[in-house]
Every structure is written in C-alpha cells, then in structure tokens.
C-alpha cells in the first residue's frame, strides 16, 4: 500500500486548503484512513478518521466544525477539508491507513500500518 498525501500550502488565518490522500489499490470496508498532524517539537496527534465502509467519521475536538473528512470510492481518495484554519493548525500532516483500527485505538499511531509522505501546512498572515 502506498499513500500520496498532497494539498498543503501557505494560508491567511481565516483561509481553507484542502487535503488529499490517494492510496494504491483497493480499499476494504474495514479500513480507516486517517488524517494526523505533527506541529515542530511536538508529537504526531490525530486530526480526523474515516472508515471507508461506513463512512463513520471522528475527530479530535480542537478541529470540530472546522474540518471534514471524507472519501472518494472511484479514485481510492481521502479529503481534508480544513476551514477557518488557525495559526495553531500549523504542521506537517500525514495520512495513514489501518485495517485493522478499531474506534476505541482510532487515535493511536500504532494502530496504523501505512503512512504517507506529508504535506506541510502553515497558517500565517
């Protein structure tokens, strides 16, 4: 499994960019691709999580009713959608993808198999 994670950018505070996953080959209904982030001299937290089957979603709370994940099935790709971004939202962010994740580990960088390159994401006027 290979992950291509692109959309990163320099932003305004208030502005939104849009992130995207492309995994190689098919994707069971089991499995979650997720979205974490990891700011300078911090640790790689998590962001968001999509089942791909049940479409279930979760987030961590400081990205609630800012962020939306969600999954394109024809082109094996995951979405970030990140509106009114803060300077806090800075970070290099990564997906990742796990089978074999389930909702009480969601949030655990153990639980996740593949990961993707990361694309930088810097809020700043």
């Known amino acids: 499994v290979q992950l291509q994670a692109c959309g990163g950018g320099l932003v305004q505070p208030g502005g939104y960019l849009r992130l995207s996953c492309e995994a190689s080959?098919?994707?069971?209904?089991?499995?979650?691709v997720t979205w974490f982030r990891q700011a300078p001299e911090k640790e790689r937290d998590f962001v968001a999580a999509?089942?791909?089957?049940?479409?279930?979603?979760a987030y961590t709370e400081s990205v609630k009713g800012r962020f939306t994940i969600s999954r394109d099935s024809a082109k094996t790709t995951v979405y970030l959608q990140m509106n009114n971004l803060k300077p806090e939202d800075t970070a290099v962010y990564y997906c990742a993808q796990g089978s074999s994740v389930i909702r009480s580990n969601i949030a655990s960088r153990s639980a996740y198999a593949y990961w993707g390159q990361g694309t930088l994401v810097t809020v700043s006027s």
């Open positions: 080959g098919r994707i069971s209904s089991n499995t979650y």
């Open positions: 999509i089942q791909w089957g049940s479409r279930y979603t």
